[in-house]
């Protein structure tokens, strides 16, 4: 069980370029959250889903897509990156099917993007 | 608009004293509460959790006290250890329910040998 994991670790953008960070969980959660945290602040939710095949927008969600083929697959997409998009990305997944605490979300250990 | 926020951005503290983090929120919707440990370079990691019909929670040397007349959520840590050294973020929802949590900004916790 390796609960959640991203791909990749590390990425460097050049403005304008496009990427899409993979978020994959075990757990057969039915809901997968994407944050980004930036320095000296808390998580800031970007998109969210609340099952296979759908999606919603969080606090921040300009600049960035999402998609939710596969429930144990939640994808985040930047068509064109910013500067500003610079940031650690961290992806989440909650509510067990069959029980347990359906709050407690479980993340995943981060995506540090660099977009120069 | 509704935060949930922290009373002071550091904490330190000798090992082996007790700590208290702090943490204040302004919904008073809110029925679930949470904190979060992050170590450098990791993802946010569960600690102790508490629903509103509670005034207390008790873990392995940790303990969440949530009073709602001034809505104030505390983390205390008994016996503080080096590896307790950590950013603590406490978090809040006011559905019950895979819901979205709302961060604070984090407390730094450094733990002096």
Known sequence: NAGVT??????VLKTGQSMTLLCAQDMNHEYMYWYRQDPGMGLRLIHYSVGEGTTAKGEVPDGYNV???KKQNF???????????TSV????SSYPQGGGNTDTQYFGPGTRLTVL | GESVGLHLPTLSVQEGDNSIINCAYSN???DYFIWYKQE??????????????????QGQRVTVLL?????????????????????????D?????????????????????
């Open chain 1, 89 to 92: 990305y961290f992806c989440a």
């Open chain 2, 67 to 91: 009073n709602k007349t001034v809505k104030h959520l505390s983390l205390q840590i008994a016996a503080t250890q080096p590896g307790d050294s950590a950013v603590y973020f406490c978090a």
């Open chain 1, 6 to 11: 991203q791909t990749p670790k590390f990425r």
């Open chain 2, 28 to 30: 008073s919707a809110s």
């Open chain 1, 67 to 69: 998609s939710r083929l």
């Open chain 2, 40 to 57: 450098s370079g990791k993802g946010p990691q569960f600690i102790i959790d508490i629903r509103s019909n509670m005034d207390k929670r």
């Open chain 1, 75 to 85: 994808l985040l997409g930047l068509e064109s990156a910013a500067p500003s998009q």
């Open chain 2, 93 to 113: 929802t006011k559905e019950t329910s895979g819901s979205r949590l709302t961060f604070g900004e984090g407390t730094q916790l450094t733990v002096n040998p």
